[in-house]
């Protein structure tokens, strides 16, 4: 018996090389697809510009708390703002509050009271951004 198939029925066993031109494109698409998850990756797990945290809260009563936060950023002449919130004992956020961190070289310390609908057990900074609210950076009160 032969071993040979018969080439009309399977096709031929030559390979077909891929042209350079192709091969310098897949090249340059995948190294543009590293760059690009690499970028995005580093935006994401690099340290972040602003960073806020909790340095004390004090329970005032079953309405309001008083928390101090620390914030740091990389440019220290930008004004930022934070949400300070409150929990209660089950987790639930009771209370939220935006406030302005005004410009300030190095490390700011605020102090806010933060109106609660239930008695709250811990108070905490959610997160902080460079995009100030206008509300905040105008000193105006919300309408609506």
């Given at each position: ?6 080439e009309?029925?399977y ?7 891929v ?9 340059g698409l995948a ?16 340290s972040?510009p ?7 809260f004090a329970?005032?009563?079953d ?19 934070c ?15 935006e406030?302005?961190?005004?410009p ?15 008695r ?13 609210p206008e509300?905040l ?8």
């Amino acid at each position: 018996m032969s071993s040979q198939v018969p080439e009309g029925r399977y096709g031929s066993r030559a390979r077909r090389s891929v042209p350079p031109v192709a091969r310098w494109a897949l090249a340059g698409l995948a190294i543009a697809v590293l760059v690009a998850v690499a970028l995005v990756g580093y935006q994401n797990l690099g340290s972040p510009p602003i960073e806020g945290k909790q340095t004390a809260f004090a329970v005032l009563d079953d309405g309001s708390m008083k928390v101090t936060a620390e914030v740091q950023r990389d440019d220290p002449a930008k004004a930022a703002a934070c949400v300070i919130r409150g929990r209660a004992e089950s987790g639930e956020e009771v209370g939220r509050k935006e406030i302005l961190v005004p410009p300030a070289d190095g490390t700011i310390q605020l102090s806010t009271v933060l109106r609660t609908s239930h008695r709250a057990t811990i108070g905490e900074v959610y997160g902080c951004t460079y995009r100030v609210p206008e509300y905040l950076s105008t000193h105006q009160r919300p309408t609506g």
